[in-house]
């Protein structure tokens, strides 16, 4: 079991009712990752149209996670 | 990225510069209607530490692609009622070409990537997050 420490923004945030969390998982990937918090939240973005950052720095969705890891699932974004 | 107004006019004279003869800018505006629906304001919220790096990644890229002498973006978070600015991108180049040319990619570079999401307040009371740009 990994500790991440997830943070949310925009309708994710909403859907899960809260910006920040440390939550245990066994999952190995962020696409894994995601997956289980789909299921724990009804997120409605496909992964497909977001991007993952690791450590607020982009990463790929297979990047294994390690011990830790700061992740953020990153909406498409609406600025400017 | 800034949670309160900022002084354009200073970021302005950053781009005053001995050798360049062309000053462009672009400055986004909280506009009053969206689709077709009445907008009282916009609440912005950021990834902070991911959105300075990113817009810090393209002002570099405009600088290399670019024959500019100097490039500045801001960009607001937090409620911004209508007509308040919420983005601002001013570059400064020798020829005007470049200036208007840099400062249009910066700026489609800033809404594409730049982790940045608006909520809409409508006139009504409903709020709701704007879809993406692109896909």
Known sequence: ?80 | MADAPVDISALRRMLLLPEAGGVCSFEGRVRQTNEGRAISGIDYSAFGPLALTEGQVILMDAKQHFAIRHATATHRTGYLPVGETAVWIGVSAAHRDAAFNACRYITDEIRQHVPVWKNEHYANGVTGWVPCHTL
Request: hydrophobic residues 45%; charged residues 20%.
């Open chain 1, 1 to 80: 079991m990994l500790n991440i420490e997830l943070q949310y923004f925009a309708q994710l945030q909403d859907e899960a009712g809260r910006a920040h969390e440390i939550r245990q998982t066994q999952a190995l990937t962020a696409t894994a990752l995601y997956d289980e918090l789909r299921n724990a939240y009804g997120f409605a973005l496909e992964p497909a149209c977001m991007r993952v950052a690791i450590n607020a720095a982009f990463a790929p969705w297979e990047q294994s996670l390690a011990e830790g890891d700061h992740v953020a699932c990153i909406p498409p974004a609406t600025g400017g």
